[in-house]
């Protein structure tokens, strides 16, 4: 068994309260009265309070059922209405930033966002880089709007993915081929 593993410096921590990568997120709006089939998304603005849980991981850092809570705090790029937002999940080993794009689909809001950017190869230790850029990693994110109040959302669930593969060269060090992990969401 290897004696390196991938690890995402917060990334998973960061995204239960504070998101750090663009991923992809979808804001079903179902159960919201007027909001269903609405001309506009719902705006998705301000600061929450996020725990996210993992529902499968394989590789060491992170284990089913791991739970983090962070701040998320979401900044629309237009004066009204639901629109690009940008998304910070604020992290100790720095703040990870998605872009979130509203789109209408089955008369429901959704919003999206895949980030896919390099990611070291650490030693077991967590702090030693055993490849720099190593591993090739794609987040995904997809929230669920729950309720809406006066056009902007309230409460929110949704999942969250993570994908990587490693170098030809990170793998002749040793660190793992590829993994993934999932996670659930909410505020």
């Known amino acids: 068994m290897s004696r390196l593993y991938r ?3 917060g990334r ?8 750090v990568i663009v991923i992809g997120v979808a804001a079903t709006l179902a159960g919201s009265p007027g909001v269903v089939g609405a001309a506009s998304a719902p705006r998705l603005a301000g ?8 529902t499968k991981a394989n590789y060491s850092l992170y284990h089913k059922g ?3 809570t962070r701040d998320w705090g979401f900044a629309p790029t237009c004066t009204s209405g639901g629109c690009t937002t940008k998304l910070t999940v604020a992290d100790s080993a720095g703040d990870v930033h998605f872009t979130l794009k509203p789109v209408l689909k089955h008369g429901a809001w ?6 896919t950017h390099p990611d070291n190869c650490y030693a077991l230790d ?12 794609t987040e995904q994110l997809v929230l669920k709007v729950g309720q809406v109040s006066g056009g902007a959302v309230t409460t929110f669930t949704g999942t969250y993915k993570l994908t990587f593969t ?3 060269a990170a793998k002749a060090l040793g660190c793992p081929a590829q993994g993934n992990a999932k ?4 505020n």
Not at 47 to 54: D, E
Not at 110 to 115: I, R, V
Not at 129 to 135: E, F
């Open 7 to 9: 690890r995402v410096p």
């Open 66 to 68: 791991d739970k983090f």
């Open 47 to 54: 600061h929450f309070q996020v725990t996210l849980t993992i």
């Open 126 to 137: 967590g702090t030693t880089v055993v490849k720099k850029n190593g591993y090739s990693s």
């Open 12 to 19: 998973l921590a960061a995204v239960a309260g504070r998101l």
């Open 110 to 115: 959704t919003y999206t966002a895949k980030f």
């Open 183 to 186: 996670g659930k969401f909410k």
């Open 166 to 168: 490693a170098s030809t």
